[in-house]
């Protein structure tokens, strides 16, 4: 069955770049029905839609991070990643990587999810 | 982007029916179908229940079902059980290829 894994740093300092990679098992990040996004989740709090990418490359972000994020593809290895600059407090949450029905915006399969610290 | 309006929590007894509101705007629920909800229990990633409004994926318990009435969308359980307490969250296309989320709703079975 498809399985997604988020790996990365759990702790960034202010300031600086969060990066995470999602390896993706089970399914193609080429597929054209499918899109590959990032929600993250502050602790207690609710979802926040971060972005998402197609195979072709396309992205689209939620309009209040899209200064400040990138989400890329590695074809070659099956995982895509999401980069968040200038990260301040308000960036730390648990970071879910998912798989999203084209079209129909549904979240289908979603990794387990991998809590990022922004602290000093 | 603002994130969609849930109840902050609801309740109901075992056997009952308990219904989650979701309130949008003009610019996501109410003009799209893509209408979806979740289930996240304590810990774990969500689970898919609902997706265009009223559908259910395979595996997903008849007792959970979906609507929409212009703005609002709802999520009702039927027959509720213990094991239905859990957060719910809905989501919605918003336009320019974005997603926005509620903020959620914590079930409690009485």
């Known amino acids: 069955q498809v399985q997604l894994q988020e790996s990365g740093p759990g702790l960034v300092k202010p300031s600086q770049t969060l990066s995470l990679t999602c390896t993706v098992s089970?399914?193609?990040?080429?597929?054209?029905?499918?899109?590959w996004t990032w929600i993250r989740q502050p602790a207690g709090k609710g979802l926040e839609w971060v972005g998402r990418?197609?195979?072709?490359?396309?992205?689209d972000y939620n309009p209040s991070l899209k200064s400040r994020v990138t989400i890329s593809l590695d074809t070659s290895k099956n995982q895509f990643s999401l980069k968040v600059t200038s990260a301040t407090a308000a960036d730390t949450a648990v970071y879910y990587c998912?798989?999203?029905?084209?079209?129909?915006?549904?979240?289908?399969?979603w990794g387990q999810g991998t809590t990022v610290t922004v602290s000093s | 982007q603002s994130a969609l309006t849930q109840p902050a929590s609801v309740s109901g007894s075992p056997g009952q029916s308990v219904t989650i509101s979701c309130t949008g705007t003009?610019?996501?629920?109410?003009?799209?179908?893509?209408v979806s909800w979740y289930q996240q229990f304590p810990g774990k990633a969500p689970k898919l229940l609902i997706y265009?409004?009223?559908q259910r994926p395979s595996g997903v318990s008849n007792r959970f079902s979906g609507s929409k009435s212009a703005n609002t969308a709802s999520l009702t359980i039927s027959g509720l059980q213990a094991e239905d307490e859990a957060d719910y969250y809905c989501?919605?296309?918003?336009?320019?290829?974005?997603?926005?989320f509620g903020g959620g709703t914590k079930l409690t079975v009485l």
């Open positions: 265009e409004v009223n």
């Open positions: 990418v197609f195979n072709t490359g396309n992205t």
């Open positions: 003009s610019s996501n629920v109410g003009s799209y179908e893509h």
């Open positions: 989501s919605s296309y918003a336009g320019g290829s974005t997603l926005v």
């Open positions: 089970g399914d193609s990040i080429t597929s054209g029905i499918f899109y």
């Open positions: 998912a798989r999203l029905r084209g079209y129909f915006y549904y979240v289908d399969v």
